[in-house]
């Protein structure tokens, strides 16, 4: 232990972006010396090193270049300048089943990947059986690959790179494959590897995974590398690049699809929205007349701070214009996930609370003790309705936020838990039943 | 990664755009496993799903040793005796030669997926193309055994060796070839269709359906170009398969009049020998630029592939 498994020194690469692709030799000659083309640095400088037994994740986002990094480490790319040195075996999973041969038989391609790997035959042969068991293929070992599922592909392609015994294993974000129990199957043996000490490096877009397998992560982002830390920080200086960068999506949110209900919404998804404009003042209708003219998310703690931390306060504040007299006016707030699950619904009216609002500018607040939330971009939703449930104005989203967890727990809900000890006398030890009295007192 | 090192000191490897020919000729020792494997597969998937399989590998050449056959010998009645063990002494180093160099062009390019995600040292690649050529050698030896038996046509028995020492020149010319072509294809993929055209060029310049000694040597004499005709590195090889193979330096014509003819060039063995040796020497060097020329252009494959 404490020996370097992965040293990456000053690893740069550089790709050439051509404007245009010259293959053919005419082609070569008639753009002799003027083919167009801009550098593009996937990477600059990249030094880091990954201790043995340790796992480490990278994260980045998109174009970060921790594909292209963990390419040069499997030694797929040739960095343009540094160097990686890598003790011992090392397996990259890049693509599962890559070096797969479509016209030979299930056993043949164990083979054949395994040597590709770095393995003898006699290697090959001692966890043949393993690797059949692993991939749960059964009699299908003899057929041709071609004719495999996409899912038996893929365990075949885990099972020999998990077997081929390597002291360094490399995971591009492969392990979203197959069923849930295969899935669950695969990372039970990614926790078996470090175990037995074996090194990890992987790359993944989800901070829970790397939250919860690893021991360290990098966080690179534009090529470089912005730093080295465990993976509470790992992935809070990740998120803040993110927010930095103006991208409020976060690591592994897919896009979230365009709410274009209602008209005048806009397209994109500022974090606070103006809504205003000369078309609202014309349509002075009094069918509408309590609109919604800004919302800002508010964060108590620290205004300057772009995030949230689990259990820290949130005060929404919408401003409104009322056009004319209105009673029992309703605001009501949702707070939705990123698949716009909504988390939390309520109203001034479930509050209790009846609202006549004067002719006039005017604004609400909506405070949230205590958020009780994890790792995530929220969209908070406004709605503004008048007696009999009359809607005036809608806003979706109203305004995002992002809360980012230091710690490593991992979820949904940031649930405040206190752990203790049962004190020994109360362990009954013949049946090691425990006597259920008043754990409240326990602590 | 072509590590099976001990538990105590593990092997380190180094990425890195700069690595000594000598590191990546370990490298590819290391591999051999890999090029076995390979090997068999590309012959495996070569011939899987068809019907006749592996003969398809003997009825090309048969088919064009039986062309030749009747355009030299029925046709133009060149009169050679045992023409056929003639022709297809020649045509077996020729086919290795051509079938390597051709295959292994496109082999980078073909195998995309793999060089793009799996780190393996990529000249296997193309010194696979060359081992495959070399079973099929294997295979066309074994028909050429049969037609020597059937036609009994004994070899020179003892400059068997020489053959063995031609194989090997050619087997080193044809992967320097091999390994050069295949990495330039990436960049140009012209290289491929060129590779074609001059090949076919290249067997004419090669004394396998005319015999040297016979049709040329004496206008090549006459004009001094012999040093021009022999810069061919094919050549020695070839004559070296027709010296031992054929036997016959000297003899009577099959067509009337029967004069005693030369159709092999009356040189000692040692004068093969030291041809095959010095091209066996030349090739060894061109391997070496060809791997330093490989480790060069590799490093881009991934992203122009």
């Known amino acids: 232990m404490g020996n370097v498994a992965v040293d990456v020194q000053d690893v740069s690469k550089r790709f050439r972006l051509y404007h245009e692709r010259y293959n053919s030799l005419k082609e070569r000659l008639i753009h002799a010396g003027r083919t167009p083309y801009e550098d593009l640095w996937a990477l600059r400088d990249v030094s880091f090193d990954v201790k043995e037994g340790e796992t480490v994740g990278i994260l980045g986002r998109n174009g970060s270049g921790k594909s292209t990094a963990l390419k040069c480490i499997c030694g797929v790319l040739q960095p343009t300048s540094g160097q990686v040195v890598v003790r011992g075996k090392l397996a990259g999973l890049l693509e599962l089943g890559a070096g797969f041969q479509q016209e030979l038989s299930g056993r043949e391609n164990i083979y054949l990947n395994g040597s590709m790997l770095g393995m003898s035959k006699k290697d090959v042969d001692r966890v043949f059986d393993d690797v059949v068991e692993f991939a749960e293929l059964g009699q299908f070992i003899d057929n041709q690959v071609k004719f495999y599922s996409s899912g038996m592909y893929v365990r075949l392609g885990f099972a020999v790179a998990v077997n081929v015994d390597p002291d360094v294993l490399v995971v591009d974000e492969v392990l979203a494959v197959g069923d849930e129990r295969f899935q669950r199957k695969c990372m039970d043996r990614i926790k078996t590897f470090q175990k037995e000490g074996r090194t990890i490096l992987f790359v993944s877009h989800s901070p829970d995974m790397v939250r919860s397998i690893c021991d360290r992560a990098v966080v690179l982002s534009d090529g470089n590398l912005i730093g080295v830390g465990t993976p509470g920080e790992a992935v809070r200086l990740f998120r803040e690049r993110l927010l930095e960068a103006g991208d409020v999506l976060a690591l592994g949110i897919e896009t979230p699809e365009v709410h274009d209900e209602g008209p005048g919404m806009p397209a994109e998804l500022p974090t606070s929205i103006k809504v205003e404009g000369p078309q609202r003042d014309e349509h002075q209708d009094t069918t509408r007349p309590v609109r919604f003219t800004e919302i800002i998310p508010y964060f108590a703690a620290n205004q300057d701070r772009r995030y949230l931390l689990p259990g820290e306060t949130l005060i929404v504040r919408a401003a409104y214009q009322v056009t004319a007299p209105a009673q029992g006016v309703v605001f009501s707030i949702e707070v939705r996930d990123n698949s716009s699950s909504v988390l939390f619904m309520t109203d001034t009216e479930i509050l209790g609370l009846g609202l006549d609002l004067p002719v006039g500018p005017g604004a609400i607040d909506f405070h949230f003790e205590s958020l009780p939330l994890f790792d995530g971009a929220y969209d908070v939703v406004l709605g503004v309705a008048g007696k009999g449930g009359m809607l005036f104005d809608w806003q979706e989203p109203a305004c995002r936020f992002e809360v980012m967890n230091p710690t490593r727990a991992v979820g949904v809900v940031a649930m405040p838990v206190r752990v203790a000890l049962v004190p020994r006398e109360w362990v009954d030890e013949s049946t090691t039943a425990v006597g259920w009295a008043n754990p409240a007192e326990a602590g | ?305």
């Open chain 2, 1 to 305: 990664m072509a590590e099976s090192g001990g538990d105590l000191s593990k092997a380190t490897r180094v990425v890195s755009a700069h690595i000594s020919v000598w590191k990546r000729m370990a490298e590819i020792w290391r591999s051999r496993e890999l090029l076995i494997y390979l090997v068999r597969t590309e012959i495996k998937v070569k011939y899987k799903n068809s019907f006749l399989g592996l003969v398809w590998s003997m009825i090309s050449p048969a088919m064009t040793l039986l062309i030749f056959f009747l355009v030299f010998q029925v046709i133009l009645k060149n009169g050679m005796p045992n023409f056929v063990i003639f022709l297809f002494s020649g045509l077996l180093i020729w086919n290795f030669f051509q079938t390597g160099v051709q295959t292994a062009t496109g082999v980078v390019v073909n195998n995309s997926g793999l060089v793009k995600k799996v780190s393996f040292p990529r000249e296997i690649l193309a010194l696979a193309s060359i081992g495959s050529a070399g079973v099929f050698f294997f295979f066309q030896s074994c028909v050429m055994v049969i037609f020597m038996i059937v036609l009994s046509s004994a070899p020179d028995w003892p400059l068997i060796p020489l053959l063995f020492l031609a194989l090997a020149a050619v087997a080193v010319l044809a992967s320097a070839l091999a390994v050069f072509l295949s990495a330039v294809n990436v960049y140009m993929r012209d290289t491929q269709h060129l590779v074609e055209v001059l090949l076919t060029a290249w067997f004419w310049a090669c004394p396998i359906v005319y015999s040297y000694q016979r049709t040329i040597s004496k206008q090549l004499h006459y004009h001094h170009l012999v040093w021009l005709y022999f810069l061919n590195p094919v050549t020695p090889p070839v004559m070296t398969f027709q010296r031992v193979l054929y036997n016959i330096p000297i003899g009577r014509l099959t067509t009337p009049g029967h004069q005693l003819t030369a159709f092999l060039p009356p040189w000692p063995w040692t004068t093969y020998a030291v041809a095959d040796l010095i091209i066996l020497g030349i090739s060894a060097v061109l391997f070496v630029g060809a791997l330093m020329v490989f480790g060069r252009l590799e490093g881009n494959f991934a992203e122009e592939l």
